[in-house]
Every structure is written in structure tokens, then in C-alpha cells.
């Protein structure tokens, strides 16, 4: 029998020379499958955008692209709004009750101090536009305002009067209710007023109801801290802004409702509605007692007799 001690044959020498070698090619193909150079991880196609990128028109919140307008109050449904990612059937293209109205003005004047009125965009409850036009200027434009107003010279070309647009923005706001950020502001631009009663500045009712402390909160702030949106990045946009300051009303819609009772605790009057008229011929009774006319004089106190009341007024 052949020892222990013996030498291996070279048959196996040869084996053994060739294990190795196999070995050794597989190793570095084995290191390279762990490293991030790999093939088949390179040639994967990066992952497409979610709808939480705004860039691709998505929601923030992953919802859809475009929502279906409706009177849902929901923050995803009011990003969509304020972000103009929403489909209008026909009927919601109506002006309705609600208006949103919002300017916005460009330099006149010595070194363009002046402000004047540009561009005039109101939507209505849903978010669809119900007015959106440019105003011709009167006097040479200084400063454009282009990366606040977003107004640009161009836009000038198919601008309308300020009276025919002042006469526009008064037929649709009559009778209706009218909601607005420091929208006195925007009233003053058009020179025109609208009843009290009938008007919701989210400035105003916003730091009424304790949810800020400040009067003058800007309208980018708001709509960031209360609808997770932000706007006025860069150029402005009126029609943007007038969706955002419906997105904030309508997020809080039944707490400043309770807080404006001037506006819900009626409805509005009918144009032809003749309640709370007097009537012609119509006398007001304690008027009457106070300062009676003569006919009446005579009858109270006697022919000829006079007494003029306690204020010396006849």
C-alpha cells in the first residue's frame, strides 16, 4: 500500500492548478455584483414623479392630477382649486352667489409711485373664471411691476376702457356676495363700493376669529399656513389669488359664517324686491308726532296755535 508521505500524481496537480484558477475568475464577478455599478441597477429607468412633485401638476397630498369641481371643502380639493387643477361642468361656470375678486396695478407717475389699476380677475364659489381682463391705461406706464404684477406690455395690446371694465365688475357684484383679501383696496382701484354686509375680507374675519395675530396678514401667508400651498412665488397672478382667497373662506366657511350674521342672517333681497320700501304717500308715524305737519298742528293743539318742539326744530 502506498504511504501517507507519498506525493500527489501530477494528474491531480493539474486538477487541483485548475479549481483554483476557476475560483479565482469568479471572485471579482462576484465582488462586482455588490457594488453599486451594476448593470442591472443601472439600467433601471429612474422612478417617475409622484403627484407630491407640483411641478408634474400633481397634488400635494398624492391625490389626483385634476379634481371635478364641487362644493367639497376638503384640503386636497382646495389645493386643487387654489392650484387651477379642477374640471367645470356648465353649470358651475355660473357666477352663483360667491365672488372672488382680486387687482392687480402697475406704475404710473413719477418714477412709476403711482399705482394703477391693470388687470381685474373674479371667480365664483367653485374656482372658474368668471372675469378676466386688462384695463388700458390712460397715462405712460413707468414700471410694468412685471415680477410682482406679472402685467406685461404685450397685455396692453387687447386691454379694455376702465369704465367699460368698472361697468362689468359692478353688474356682477350686484346682489351677490362678495369675498376678497384687503379687497377695500380693490374696491378703491375700481372706485367702486359694495354694502358691508355683503363683503368678507379673509384679512379681517381671519384675525377676528383668532387665527392669526395680525390684521394685515399677507394673502401667501394664509394660504401656506391654512391650505399647505404656497403662492406668489414669483410674478403674480390674479386669478390664482382670487382661488386662494376662495380656498381660505371656504376652508372655514361655517366658523366666520357664524361671525359675518350681516350677510347670513338674511338672504339677499331680489333686485325687484320692494320689502322694506315705504310706500308712496307713506307716513312714518313717530316722525309725524314729533314734528307734525300744519294740517296737523291745527288739529292737535287748536287753530291758530303753534308749539314748536323741544329742539326749536319745525
Known amino acids: 500500500m502506498p504511504s501517507s508521505s507519498a506525493l500527489p500524481s501530477s494528474n491531480w496537480l493539474r486538477l487541483q492548478k485548475k479549481i483554483t484558477n476557476t475560483t479565482g475568475k469568479k471572485r471579482p464577478f462576484k465582488r462586482r455584483k455588490h457594488t453599486h455599478e451594476d448593470p442591472s441597477e443601472a439600467s433601471r429607468a429612474p422612478p417617475s414623479r409622484t403627484h407630491d412633485d407640483p411641478a408634474e ?10 379634481y371635478e369641481a364641487s362644493a367639497d371643502n376638503s384640503l386636497p380639493a382646495l389645493r386643487a382649486l387654489v392650484e387651477g387643477r379642477l374640471e367645470f361642468s356648465e353649470k358651475q361656470r355660473h357666477p352663483g352667489k360667491y365672488l372672488a ?25 367653485y374656482g372658474a373664471v368668471v372675469l378676466d381682463e386688462f384695463v388700458r391705461q390712460r397715462e405712460r406706464v413707468v414700471d410694468y411691476r412685471t415680477q410682482w404684477s406679472g402685467v406685461r ?11 367699460d371694465i368698472q361697468k362689468q365688475v359692478a353688474d356682477l357684484l350686484k ?11 380693490d374696491l378703491k382701484a375700481l372706485l367702486l363700493s359694495h354694502p358691508h354686509p355683503c363683503t368678507l375680507d379673509t384679512q379681517i374675519l381671519s384675525y377676528k376669529s383668532g387665527l ?35 380656498a381660505v373662506y371656504r376652508l372655514h366657511k361655517r366658523s366666520w359664517d357664524q361671525i359675518s350674521p350681516g350677510v347670513f342672517a338674511r338672504s339677499l333681497p331680489e333686485p325687484s324686491s320692494a320689502k322694506g320700501k315705504r310706500k308712496a304717500g307713506e307716513l312714518d308715524e313717530r316722525r309725524s308726532r314729533r314734528y307734525p305737519r300744519k294740517s296737523q298742528r291745527r288739529r292737535m293743539w287748536g287753530k291758530g296755535a303753534y308749539r314748536a318742539p323741544r329742539d326749536g326744530r319745525v
Not at 153 to 163: I, L, N, Q, R, T
Open 57 to 66: 401638476g400633481g397634488s400635494a397630498d398624492g391625490g389626483p392630477s385634476t
Open 101 to 125: 375678486l382680486d387687482c392687480e396695478m402697475v406704475g404710473v407717475g413719477v418714477d412709476g409711485s403711482e399705482s394703477s389699476l391693470a388687470r381685474v380677475s373674479i371667480v365664483n364659489f
Open 153 to 163: 406690455p404685450g397685455d396692453m395690446v387687447h386691454a379694455k376702457s376702465f369704465e
Open 175 to 185: 346682489d351677490r356676495i362678495l369675498v376678497g383679501h384687503a379687497v377695500y383696496n
Open 212 to 246: 392669526t395675530k395680525s390684521k394685515r396678514i399677507a394673502l401667501r401667508t394664509l394660504v401656506q399656513d391654512e391650505v399647505g400651498v404656497g403662492i406668489q412665488g414669483g410674478e403674480h397672478s390674479s386669478v390664482t389669488d382670487a382661488r386662494a382667497t376662495m
